[in-house]
């Protein structure tokens, strides 16, 4: 007689196979296409933990009006600009010194005996010039393509908070050098602010740490300079790329909407 066959009991977990780890179903890798695939390995390990390919997709990859053209290339530019002003700002805060008796020595020794000092110190001197007048074109470009109407008024408000901290960070830059034009232009700047109507008189108070200007009225402005706005300016700009990827850009005003028939449709 023919006894049944049993099935076989269940294996231990351990002597169980291992699923098999993404990316090798193809069977052992060679060292070279490891090598090779490195960069690509190394993003999709973050990836696959994060998923920020799908964040960056929907930044990256948008559909872009018909005639986009250089002239929206200037709000990237001013980004740039801040970019390097940040860069070059880290570098020249390794050496200076904001007490009124080393400020002005410390930014000499950048200029004439730092590594690449005069250098880095014109970076960010022309690029503070450069920053203002890129925001001001792509203010132009935006104002004169009416991209402030409906639904992307918030931008344009977000811009002109942007516009104004721009320019506060040249204001308070130029006082850093400490020498006689960059004191007095401050002090000039500092009375103009104060005999502004309502918070004028408390903005210069603020500005000057008190009612004069003082040693503090030096590190007031650095702190400004390099902590509290470009902080500000970096999360704006974050609202504000977050809004142009939500929204998408305009097209130019003298561009006519396509009649119907001739728009391609986008296959499911
Ligand atoms: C730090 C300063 C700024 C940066 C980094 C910046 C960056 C950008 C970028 C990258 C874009 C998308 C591409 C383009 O149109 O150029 C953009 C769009 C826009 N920006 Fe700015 N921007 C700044 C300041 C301003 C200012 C001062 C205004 C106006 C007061 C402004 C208003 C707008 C508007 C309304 C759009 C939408 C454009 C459209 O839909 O066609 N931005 N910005």
Redesign the pocket.
């Known amino acids: 007689m023919r006894l049944p066959k049993l099935p076989a009991p269940p294996l231990p977990a351990a002597l169980r196979p291992k699923p098999p780890r993404p990316g090798t179903a193809n069977g052992p890798v060679g060292r070279i296409d490891a090598a090779r695939e490195a960069g690509t390995t190394a993003v999709d390990w973050v990836d696959e933990r994060t998923s920020l390919s799908g964040g960056m997709r929907w930044l990256m990859f948008r559909k872009v009006p018909k005639g986009t053209n250089w002239f929206?290339?200037?709000?990237?530019a001013?980004?740039f600009a801040?970019l390097s002003q940040a860069v070059t700002g880290v570098f020249l805060a390794m050496y200076y010194d904001p007490s009124p008796t080393h400020a002005y020595e410390s930014a000499r020794y950048i200029t004439n005996e730092a590594f690449l000092g005069a250098f880095v110190r014109g970076m960010h001197k022309w690029g503070s010039s450069m920053m203002l007048i890129l925001?001001f074109l792509?203010?132009g470009?935006?104002f004169f393509?009416g991209?402030?109407k409906y639904p992307?008024e918030l931008?344009?408000v977000?811009?002109?908070v942007?516009?104004v901290l721009?320019l506060m960070m040249a204001l308070t830059g130029y006082l850093l050098p400490f020498d006689q034009r960059s004191y007095w232009a401050s002090v000039v700047a500092v009375n103009i602010n104060g005999s502004g109507p309502l918070v004028g008189p408390y903005l210069a108070d603020f500005l000057r740490a008190g009612p004069d200007f003082t040693a503090t009225t030096l590190s007031r402005f650095y702190a400004i300079h390099m902590l509290l706005i470009p902080g500000a300016?970096a999360a704006l700009?974050g609202a504000?790329?977050y809004l142009?990827a939500k929204?998408?850009?305009?097209a130019p005003p003298w561009l006519k909407a396509e009649p119907e028939s001739d728009l391609r449709t986008t296959e499911a």
């Not at 929204?247 to 305009?250: C, Y």
């Open positions: 929206y290339t200037l709000g990237s001013t980004m801040f925001i792509h203010m470009r935006t393509f991209a402030y992307r931008n344009w977000i811009g002109v942007l516009l721009t300016i700009i504000h790329l142009v929204l998408g850009t305009t």
